[in-house]
């Protein structure tokens, strides 16, 4: 069974900074990840994209852009190495997503 989700829908990303503030574990690299989807989106494409995020730090809020096709937003954080190229890997292979970027915090 899949947590709780936390999306949360926004027009103004810019909560994305104060969130990641909010739940910084010190000592832990954090990455910023932006996933736009394409015209293939639905809502269990949203729900399954959550559950991948989540896989990686389930402790995360995806903030979800109102447009169609939408784009999520989120900062993960996990010591993970490798992680942007394995979350890459496991996303862009989906038929309804267009791009996915992730780089690391500094």
């Known amino acids: 069974m899949l947590p709780p989700m936390?999306?949360?829908?926004?027009?103004?990303?810019?909560?994305?900074?104060?969130?990641?503030?909010?739940?910084?574990?010190e000592g832990v690299p954090s990455y910023d990840v932006t996933v736009a989807f394409n015209d293939r989106y639905t809502e269990a494409a949203l729900q399954e994209t959550d559950a991948i995020?989540?896989?990686?730090?389930?402790?995360?809020?995806?903030?979800?852009?109102?447009?169609?096709?939408?784009?999520?937003r989120t900062v993960i954080q996990s010591s993970m190495e490798n992680l942007c190229?394995?979350?890459?890997?496991?996303?862009?292979?989906?038929?309804?997503?267009?791009?996915?970027?992730?780089?690391?915090?500094l």
Not at 14 to 25: F, N, Q
Not at 53 to 72: C, G, M, N, T
Request: hydrophobic letters at 40%; proline letters at 7%; aromatic letters at 4%.
């Open 85 to 105: 190229e394995d979350l890459r890997s496991q996303l862009e292979r989906k038929p309804y997503i267009e791009q996915v970027d992730c780089e690391e915090r």
């Open 53 to 72: 995020l989540r896989s990686y730090d389930d402790d995360i809020d995806v903030l979800v852009q109102e447009s169609f096709p939408p784009v999520a």
């Open 6 to 25: 936390r999306i949360l829908p926004v027009a103004v990303l810019g909560a994305l900074g104060a969130l990641a503030v909010a739940g910084c574990r």
